[in-house]
C-alpha cells in the first residue's frame, strides 16, 4: 500500500472533511463574484458612444483657432464635431509641428 505524500489530502478528499467543505464554500462564492458585472464596465466617460474617426482636413484651422487662440477646452471643441478629446489633441500637435517644419 502507498503512503500519501500529506497526511491531510484525506481532508480534501472526504465530502464530509472540513477542508473539502470550505474549499466548495470557496468556490460557490468564487462563482457568484465571477457571473456579476465587473464594476470598471459599469462606468463610462461622458461623451458620443461612437465617435467619428477624425475631423476633415479642411474644418482644422477652425478646430486650432478655437483651442488655441480662443482658449476652449479640447472636450468642448471634440463634442462639437462628434470626435474624442484625444482626437482633437492629435489635430493641435499635428498643425503645429507643420508649423514648425515651415519655419525651419
Known amino acids: 500500500m502507498a503512503k500519501t505524500l500529506s497526511p491531510i489530502l484525506y481532508l480534501f478528499l472526504v465530502p464530509s472533511g472540513k477542508l473539502y467543505l470550505k474549499v466548495q464554500h470557496l468556490l460557490a462564492g ?42 476652449e477646452p479640447l472636450r468642448t471643441v471634440a463634442a462639437a464635431y462628434d470626435v474624442s478629446h484625444e482626437t482633437i489633441r492629435r489635430i493641435i500637435l499635428y498643425v503645429q509641428k507643420q508649423r514648425g517644419q515651415q519655419e525651419a
Open 30 to 71: 468564487d462563482e457568484l463574484f465571477q457571473s456579476g458585472d465587473p464594476p470598471l464596465l459599469k462606468r463610462r466617460r461622458q461623451g458620443p458612444k461612437h465617435p467619428n474617426s477624425g475631423i476633415p482636413a479642411d474644418l482644422w484651422p477652425i478646430v486650432v483657432q478655437r483651442v488655441v487662440e480662443q482658449k
